[in-house]
């Protein structure tokens, strides 16, 4: 499902009008399916008390359309408008059926407005719409609006809510969320659902969003550049099994990590990439670690590996890993290495030889992306088939920013670094983004505090390598692993709740989870 941004949807507008559709038509079209929505929810209309809380703008524009609407087919509608009356066409429409409309402006009973929301059956939240950039003063008319409102939705007979396109408050391209954002029941969004619903906080208060089309050309959206994943995305995405597979069909993954204060995070890597389908997995990591492994993984080949005498793989390991670097589809370089001197000669050395001698791509993770952040020419060592996987601590490091920063841009952040570094880049956490160098970029649609959990990334890297290995493109890969790694995390917090996985559970859960979404 494409999403767009408000720059985005700017422009669709743009072109729908472009192509003979009328900025009234737009308006008529999404004040009606407002006024459908209303009407589905709840039920019936007759009888029924609605108020459509207005604001000055387009947004309360389509709310005018759906009071119209609604009162034509028997709703007893009141329009409140916080900020003054509307002076158009679409208020004396409203005039011309003596709906009542409220001038918030010359309002003096304070306890009008909590009366009327208190009665209401359903109420339409058409104050603001996608071009909301700054928070609502306290004590500003519209936020006092939805103080009124978020009371009437504590009472004991609370209102539905309806929101048009964003809830107000909401920013639609960041998904910060006003301190007065009421929560509606549903959302109805017009065109192309926005981005910022679909990241965190916002998309835990959007209720459920109904996508409505306005007439916006095909041609149009099919340039829009970002993507919501969907099951129905990854099973086409999922590698094909051919019966008369060996495990080379499937690819040799290199895991190259491990020291001594991260023992499992190699073992927990390559788990990701066997549950993920890869034929053959091996483990290059210090030597004195493999004791300890071995146990646990006894389906991975090892490559030892001299140890430092702090228990990290040294510089010099790039000579035997290069030499065996053609065996293998891909790499995935990083799971706990621990940050230190030899773990940055070991990744300036390596970085270019990922790029010409693995066939199918890399994964760069953990402290391999921190020791790139501290070389000077990093970007032009980082092969073009390599997948970066940072969180967001690790991508302030990565471009010299903050995580707050990266935290309140995280889609043009994550642009920004496919750019500048040439490759794919997984920028973790709540909705996690993949960006790809040609501007492709796609949202997950999870958001799931069980996945918050150590190891947890070193099985998604895993993974990722794993489908890397069987042919996937690095962002279709980074994207198909990014999505079973967040709907296996959803299986199993139905089971679990909220909190106590172990990342170990995560790949062991995961081959039933892609049983499933490859039978839908």
């Not at 095909?218 to 829009?224: G, L």
């Not at 549950?275 to 997995?281: D, K, P, S, T």
């Amino acid at each position: 499902m494409k999403l767009v941004t408000t720059a985005e949807m700017r422009a669709l507008e743009a072109a729908a009008v472009a192509a003979g559709t009328s900025e009234a038509q737009l308006m008529e079209e999404a004040g009606l399916a407002v006024a459908q929505e209303a009407w589905m929810l709840l039920g019936t209309l007759e009888g029924r008390r609605i108020v459509v809380l207005a604001g000055p703008g387009n947004n309360g524009g389509d709310g005018l359309v759906a009071a119209r609407h609604l009162s034509d087919w028997g709703t007893e509608v009141v329009v409140y408008a916080p900020l003054g009356r509307p002076e158009d066409g679409n208020a004396a429409e409203l005039a011309n059926r003596d709906v009542t409309m409220v001038d918030g402006r010359q309002d003096s009973d304070p306890g009008a407005l909590e009366q009327l929301l208190g009665s209401a059956d359903l109420v339409v939240d058409a104050l603001l719409g996608i071009g909301q950039t700054r928070p609502l003063e306290p004590g500003s008319p519209m936020a006092g609006a939805l103080e009124k409102l978020a009371g009437a939705r504590r009472g004991f007979n609370p209102p539905k809510v309806v929101a048009v396109d964003v809830p107000t408050g909401i920013n639609a391209d960041s998904g910060v969320v006003d301190p007065f954002t009421v929560e509606p029941d549903l959302t109805v969004t017009f065109g192309l659902p926005k981005v910022g619903m679909y990241q965190s906080p916002a998309s835990a208060l959007v209720g459920r969003v109904q996508v409505i089309d306005i007439g916006i050309p095909k041609a149009a959206q099919d340039a829009v550049q970002l993507e919501l994943l969907t099951a129905r995305w990854a099973r086409q995405a999922l590698p094909k099994r051919a019966e008369d597979a060996n495990k080379g069909t499937f690819g040799k993954v290199l895991v190259v990590g491990g020291s001594r204060s991260y023992v499992g995070a190699p073992r927990l890597a390559a788990s990701g990439a066997y549950r993920a389908g890869a034929g053959l997995v091996s483990i290059a990591c210090p030597d004195t670690l493999i004791p300890m492994l071995a146990p646990a993984i006894a389906e991975a080949t090892w490559l030892p590996q001299v140890t430092t005498t702090d228990g990290t793989l040294p510089g010099e390991a790039a000579i035997t890993l290069r030499a065996g670097l053609h065996g293998y589809s891909t790499v995935v370089f990083g799971p706990g290495l621990s940050l230190t001197d030899e773990t940055r000669a070991l990744t300036w050395a390596l970085m270019p030889d990922f790029g010409i001698e693995l066939t199918r791509g890399c994964v760069i993770d953990a402290d391999a992306l921190n020791a790139l952040a501290g070389m000077d020419g990093a970007a032009e060592r980082i092969p073009a088939n390599a997948v970066l996987t940072p969180h967001p601590g690790e991508m302030a490091r990565l471009l010299k920013t903050t995580v707050a920063d990266v935290q309140s841009r995280r889609l043009e952040i994550a642009r920004e670094a496919a750019a500048k570094f040439g490759c794919t880049i997984l920028l973790k956490g709540a909705h996690s983004i993949i960006a790809g160098a040609n501007g492709k970029t796609a949202l997950s649609p999870f958001s799931n505090p069980l996945l918050a959990t150590a190891g947890s990334g070193d099985v998604l890297a895993g993974m990722i390598g794993g489908y890397l290995a069987q042919g996937l493109e690095p962002f279709e890969a980074a994207c198909l692993g990014v999505y079973l790694h967040g709907a296996t995390g959803e299986a199993l917090r139905l089971e679990m709740g909220e909190a106590g996985l172990l990342a170990g559970e995560i790949a062991d859960r995961l081959p039933r989870v892609v049983k499933d979404v490859a039978a839908l």
